[in-house]
T-cell receptor, first 111, second 112 residues
Framework: RKEVEQDPGPFNVPEGATVAFNCTYSNSASQSFFWYRQDCRKEPKLLMSVYSSGNEDGRFTAQLNRASQYISLLIRDSKLSDSATYLCVVTPPTGTYKYIFGTGTRLKVLA | DAGITQSPRHKVTETGTPVTLRCHQTENHRYMYWYRQDPGHGLRLIHY???????DKGEVSDGYSVSRSKTEDFLLTLESATSSQTSVYFC???????????FGPGTRLTVT
């Protein structure tokens, strides 16, 4: 089993739709969780950190489910500019420098 | 945006030649990382640094070496480039382990 798994997509959704991605991780002791956004041929950019209590930033909501070992990202009212690949990142327990990246979920928002 | 630059941004080189990529940060972050990104793979860690002159190997370190003589600079060297090292290379920084990483714009390297 991969350490971090994501559905590669693509998810094709119309403008204004709500879309959700999940990311599962295998190490139950994982420490930190993040969502990054990566545009074609660009660097990954931090979208949001994921906290145990969940967090929201505008149209974006991230949640952590430790019992089932997954994190989720919800995008409401999708914009054309949301089209990108979304990377899930997990860090192992404290003391290591390893950040484990998923291979990403591709989102295409259609006009 | 975090102050991270990479140079060169694009490079084409021949098999067997040495190549050095540079990452420069203005954030004074302690930790620096080199990754490569290839289709079908997530970002894979090549080497990382946890301070000046303190470096260690990542999961795909064979054929690569690094140096960090100053807080702001982290160099990645391909001792003798091979076609399998054709990739996009990203540098990243963080202020601590388990904290957010910020990425440079990347270097697109082609080894012919």
């Amino acid at each position: 089993r991969k350490e971090v798994e994501q559905d590669p997509g693509p998810f094709n959704v119309p403008e204004g739709a709500t879309v959700a991605f999940n990311c599962t991780y295998s190490n139950s002791a994982s420490q930190s969780f993040f969502w990054y956004r990566q545009d074609c041929r660009k660097e990954p950019k931090l979208l949001m950190s994921v906290y145990s209590s969940g967090n929201e930033d505008g149209r974006f909501t991230a949640q952590l489910n430790r019992a089932s070992q997954y994190i989720s990202l919800l995008i409401r009212d999708s914009k054309l500019s949301d089209s990108a690949t979304y990377l899930c990142v997990v860090t192992p327990p404290t003391g290591t420098y390893k950040y484990i990246f998923g291979t990403g979920t591709r989102l295409k928002v259609l006009a | 945006d975090a102050g991270i630059t990479q140079s060169p941004r694009h490079k084409v080189t021949e098999t067997g030649t040495p190549v050095t990529l540079r990452c420069h940060q203005t954030e004074n972050h302690r930790y620096m990382y080199w990754y490569r990104q290839d289709p079908g793979h997530g970002l894979r860690l090549i080497h990382y640094s946890y301070g000046v002159k303190d470096t260690d190997k990542g999961e795909v370190s064979d054929g690569y070496s690094v140096s960090r003589s100053k807080t702001e600079d982290f160099l990645l060297t391909l001792e003798s480039a091979t076609s399998s090292q054709t990739s996009v290379y990203f540098c990243a920084i963080s202020d601590g382990t388990g904290l957010e990483q910020y990425f440079g714009p990347g270097t697109r390297l082609t080894v012919t």
